[in-house]
């Protein structure tokens, strides 16, 4: 396949690597300390300048893709272990996973169930 076919496909060279996590809230989780997480999820998300796409709630927790932004293929160890020390470091978070580094436009998520 041509280079510039490979690019617009994210493949080869150009494919992009993120990273899934979930997680889970500790009960009796309120709104205002929901609303809390989201707010530094996001505020993380932007500082290392990556995108983020994701939801939940608080009774089922929160799942997402973390990916680089445009431009960008890979997620370093050190926003994985920045996200990682977030994580831990919420007192609204009960447990966490978080994937290592998928191919996010052709590769399966880690945390999703089989193809259907």
């Known amino acids: 396949m041509k280079k510039r076919l490979r690019k617009k496909k994210h493949l080869g060279e150009f494919a992009v690597y993120g990273v899934s996590f979930r997680a889970n809230f500790v009960p009796g989780l309120g709104d205002a300390e929901f609303d809390d997480f989201i ?61 290592p580094p998928w191919d996010v436009w052709h590769g399966q998520d880690p945390f999703a169930g089989p193809p259907q």
């Open 39 to 99: 707010n530094g999820l996001i505020g993380l998300v932007e500082i290392h300048g990556l995108q983020t796409g994701g939801g939940g709630s608080r009774e089922s927790g929160w799942t997402g893709v973390i990916e680089p932004s445009p431009g960008q293929r890979v997620i370093s160890q050190d926003v994985i272990d920045a996200l990682s020390a977030w994580l831990g470091g919420e007192s609204q978070v009960a447990d966490f996973k978080i994937s």
